[in-house]
Protein backbone atom coordinates (compact mmCIF):
# COMPACT_ATOMS: atom_id res chain seq x y z
CA UNK A 1 0.00 0.00 0.00
CA UNK A 2 2.72 2.26 0.45
CA UNK A 3 3.39 2.49 -3.75
CA UNK A 4 -0.01 3.66 -3.75
CA UNK A 5 -0.15 7.34 -3.65
CA UNK A 6 2.57 7.05 -6.45
CA UNK A 7 0.27 4.79 -8.59
CA UNK A 8 -2.49 7.33 -8.23
CA UNK A 9 -0.03 10.94 -8.43
CA UNK A 10 -0.77 11.15 -12.71
CA UNK A 11 -4.07 10.39 -11.74
CA UNK A 12 -4.85 13.45 -9.86
CA UNK A 13 -4.35 15.34 -12.61
CA UNK A 14 -8.43 14.97 -13.41
CA UNK A 15 -9.56 18.24 -15.69
CA UNK A 16 -11.85 20.31 -13.90
CA UNK A 17 -14.60 18.73 -12.00
CA UNK A 18 -14.46 15.23 -13.43
CA UNK A 19 -12.05 14.44 -10.34
CA UNK A 20 -10.57 10.98 -8.35
CA UNK A 21 -11.53 11.74 -4.44
CA UNK A 22 -10.18 8.46 -2.67
CA UNK A 23 -12.01 7.18 0.30
CA UNK A 24 -10.11 4.62 2.41
CA UNK A 25 -11.28 1.35 4.06
CA UNK A 26 -8.93 -0.70 5.74
CA UNK A 27 -6.58 -1.71 3.16
CA UNK A 28 -8.62 -0.87 0.08
CA UNK A 29 -8.84 2.56 -1.65
CA UNK A 30 -11.91 3.56 -3.62
CA UNK A 31 -12.96 6.41 -6.14
CA UNK A 32 -15.77 7.97 -7.25
CA UNK A 33 -16.11 10.24 -10.21
CA UNK A 34 -17.27 13.60 -9.35
CA UNK A 35 -20.21 15.43 -11.23
CA UNK A 36 -21.11 13.49 -14.49
CA UNK A 37 -24.51 14.64 -15.89
CA UNK A 38 -27.20 12.39 -16.15
CA UNK A 39 -30.26 14.39 -15.56
CA UNK A 40 -32.34 17.06 -17.88
CA UNK A 41 -32.87 17.32 -21.55
CA UNK A 42 -32.84 20.90 -21.13
CA UNK A 43 -29.23 21.16 -19.60
CA UNK A 44 -27.76 18.90 -22.62
CA UNK A 45 -29.69 20.75 -25.22
CA UNK A 46 -27.46 23.83 -25.35
CA UNK A 47 -24.70 21.74 -25.49
CA UNK A 48 -22.66 21.45 -28.07
CA UNK A 49 -21.75 17.08 -29.38
CA UNK A 50 -19.71 16.15 -32.44
CA UNK A 51 -19.38 12.43 -33.53
CA UNK A 52 -15.97 12.62 -35.94
CA UNK A 53 -17.66 14.94 -38.72
CA UNK A 54 -21.11 15.03 -37.68
CA UNK A 55 -23.16 17.25 -35.46
CA UNK A 56 -24.78 15.58 -33.07
CA UNK A 57 -28.08 16.66 -31.73
CA UNK A 58 -28.84 16.74 -28.28
CA UNK A 59 -31.65 15.20 -28.05
CA UNK A 60 -29.84 11.88 -28.99
CA UNK A 61 -27.16 12.04 -26.16
CA UNK A 62 -28.99 10.46 -22.71
CA UNK A 63 -25.43 11.22 -20.79
CA UNK A 64 -22.52 12.99 -20.29
CA UNK A 65 -19.10 14.30 -18.42
CA UNK A 66 -17.03 16.93 -18.98
CA UNK A 67 -14.79 14.48 -20.92
CA UNK A 68 -17.13 11.48 -22.58
CA UNK A 69 -20.79 11.83 -23.47
CA UNK A 70 -23.15 8.54 -24.63
CA UNK A 71 -25.81 9.01 -27.58
CA UNK A 72 -28.42 6.25 -28.41
CA UNK A 73 -27.37 4.81 -32.09
CA UNK A 74 -28.83 5.73 -35.15
CA UNK A 75 -28.53 2.26 -36.15
CA UNK A 76 -28.66 -0.34 -33.63
CA UNK A 77 -27.75 -3.85 -34.01
CA UNK A 78 -29.96 -4.53 -30.72
CA UNK A 79 -31.93 -3.03 -28.33
CA UNK A 80 -30.07 -0.37 -26.22
CA UNK A 81 -26.84 -0.72 -28.72
CA UNK A 82 -25.73 2.68 -27.72
CA UNK A 83 -22.15 4.34 -28.43
CA UNK A 84 -19.80 6.25 -25.54
CA UNK A 85 -17.35 8.48 -26.95
CA UNK A 86 -15.09 10.91 -25.49
CA UNK A 87 -15.97 15.10 -25.94
CA UNK A 88 -12.85 15.53 -27.91
CA UNK A 89 -12.60 14.52 -31.34
CA UNK A 90 -9.89 11.53 -31.27
CA UNK A 91 -9.38 9.24 -34.03
CA UNK A 92 -7.53 6.39 -32.31
CA UNK A 93 -7.74 4.98 -28.62
CA UNK A 94 -3.93 5.50 -28.14
CA UNK A 95 -4.22 9.24 -28.86
CA UNK A 96 -6.73 9.61 -25.64
CA UNK A 97 -5.23 11.21 -22.68
CA UNK A 98 -5.01 9.09 -19.33
CA UNK A 99 -7.15 11.35 -17.98
CA UNK A 100 -10.39 10.61 -21.07
CA UNK A 101 -9.07 6.69 -20.92
CA UNK A 102 -10.37 6.48 -17.52
CA UNK A 103 -13.66 8.88 -17.81
CA UNK A 104 -14.80 6.75 -21.16
CA UNK A 105 -14.50 3.41 -19.73
CA UNK A 106 -15.58 4.74 -16.17
CA UNK A 107 -18.83 6.08 -18.14
CA UNK A 108 -19.23 2.75 -20.09
CA UNK A 109 -19.60 0.81 -17.00
CA UNK A 110 -21.67 3.30 -15.48
CA UNK A 111 -24.09 3.06 -18.60
CA UNK A 112 -23.70 -0.60 -19.18
CA UNK A 113 -25.19 -1.78 -15.89
CA UNK A 114 -28.09 0.43 -15.99
CA UNK A 115 -29.30 -0.62 -19.80
CA UNK A 116 -28.60 -4.19 -18.81
CA UNK A 117 -30.78 -3.88 -15.58
CA UNK A 118 -33.24 -1.78 -17.36
CA UNK A 119 -33.36 -4.09 -20.58
CA UNK A 120 -33.39 -7.20 -18.21
CA UNK A 121 -30.33 -8.55 -20.39
CA UNK A 122 -28.11 -11.23 -18.75
CA UNK A 123 -24.67 -9.38 -20.34
CA UNK A 124 -22.95 -7.13 -22.54
CA UNK A 125 -20.33 -6.78 -24.99
CA UNK A 126 -18.00 -3.64 -25.03
CA UNK A 127 -16.52 -3.46 -28.76
CA UNK A 128 -13.89 -0.48 -30.16
CA UNK A 129 -12.87 -0.86 -33.53
CA UNK A 130 -9.70 1.54 -33.51
CA UNK A 131 -8.80 2.40 -37.13
CA UNK A 132 -10.16 1.83 -40.61
CA UNK A 133 -8.63 -1.98 -40.97
CA UNK A 134 -10.42 -2.34 -37.50
CA UNK A 135 -13.65 -1.41 -39.07
CA UNK A 136 -13.90 1.66 -37.74
CA UNK A 137 -16.16 3.88 -40.28
CA UNK A 138 -16.26 7.19 -37.76
CA UNK A 139 -13.23 8.66 -37.37
CA UNK A 140 -13.87 9.49 -33.59
CA UNK A 141 -13.25 6.78 -30.87
CA UNK A 142 -16.23 5.33 -29.70
CA UNK A 143 -17.30 2.06 -27.68
CA UNK A 144 -20.10 0.24 -28.89
CA UNK A 145 -22.25 -0.69 -25.24
CA UNK A 146 -24.76 -3.44 -26.57
CA UNK A 147 -27.15 -5.24 -23.81
CA UNK A 148 -27.33 -8.81 -24.57
CA UNK A 149 -30.01 -11.91 -24.26
CA UNK A 150 -29.94 -15.37 -25.42
CA UNK A 151 -30.17 -16.13 -28.78
CA UNK A 152 -29.89 -12.54 -29.57
CA UNK A 153 -27.17 -14.05 -32.52
CA UNK A 154 -27.80 -17.25 -33.34
CA UNK A 155 -23.79 -17.88 -33.20
CA UNK A 156 -22.16 -15.63 -30.12
CA UNK A 157 -19.67 -14.26 -31.93
CA UNK A 158 -21.37 -12.75 -34.86
CA UNK A 159 -22.00 -9.80 -33.07
CA UNK A 160 -18.21 -8.86 -33.23
CA UNK A 161 -18.96 -9.91 -37.07
CA UNK A 162 -21.89 -7.28 -37.23
CA UNK A 163 -20.16 -4.36 -35.86
CA UNK A 164 -16.66 -5.00 -37.48
CA UNK A 165 -18.23 -5.29 -41.16
CA UNK A 166 -19.61 -2.40 -43.43
CA UNK A 167 -22.67 -2.00 -44.33
CA UNK A 168 -22.08 -3.60 -48.04
CA UNK A 169 -20.18 -6.42 -45.89
CA UNK A 170 -23.37 -7.06 -43.27
CA UNK A 171 -25.72 -7.33 -46.08
CA UNK A 172 -23.66 -10.34 -47.54
CA UNK A 173 -22.56 -12.01 -44.41
CA UNK A 174 -25.63 -11.42 -41.64
CA UNK A 175 -28.31 -9.83 -43.83
CA UNK A 176 -28.94 -7.42 -41.03
CA UNK A 177 -29.39 -4.93 -43.78
CA UNK A 178 -33.31 -5.21 -43.34
CA UNK A 179 -33.14 -4.55 -39.85
CA UNK A 180 -30.29 -2.02 -39.50
CA UNK A 181 -32.18 1.16 -40.93
CA UNK A 182 -31.99 4.72 -39.73
CA UNK A 183 -33.91 5.86 -37.26
CA UNK A 184 -35.78 8.88 -37.03
CA UNK A 185 -35.30 11.92 -34.54
CA UNK A 186 -38.13 11.62 -32.74
CA UNK A 187 -37.46 7.52 -31.96
CA UNK A 188 -33.72 8.38 -31.12
CA UNK A 189 -35.21 11.16 -28.74
CA UNK A 190 -37.40 9.46 -27.29
CA UNK A 191 -34.73 6.82 -26.46
CA UNK A 192 -32.18 8.97 -25.18
CA UNK A 193 -34.83 10.35 -23.07
CA UNK A 194 -35.93 7.86 -21.45
CA UNK A 195 -32.55 6.61 -20.84
CA UNK A 196 -31.83 10.09 -18.99
CA UNK A 197 -34.23 9.27 -16.48
CA UNK A 198 -32.22 5.81 -15.73
CA UNK A 199 -29.40 8.11 -14.20
CA UNK A 200 -31.44 10.84 -12.22
Not at 18 to 40: D, K, M
Not at 52 to 57: E, F, L, R, S, T
Not at 80 to 105: G, N, Q, Y
Request: glycine share 4%; aromatic share 8%; charged share 30%.
Amino acid sequence: MERLPSLLSPLSSFRSSVALRPTATAAVARFQIARASFGSSSQMEVEQFKFGPYKIDSKEVFYSTDLSYALVNLRPLLPAHVLVCPRREVKRFVDLTMEETSDLWISAQKIGRLLENYHKASSLTFAIQDGPQAGQTVPHVHIHIVPRKGGDFENNDEIYEAIDEKEKELKKTLDLDKERKDRSMEEMAKEADEYRKLFS
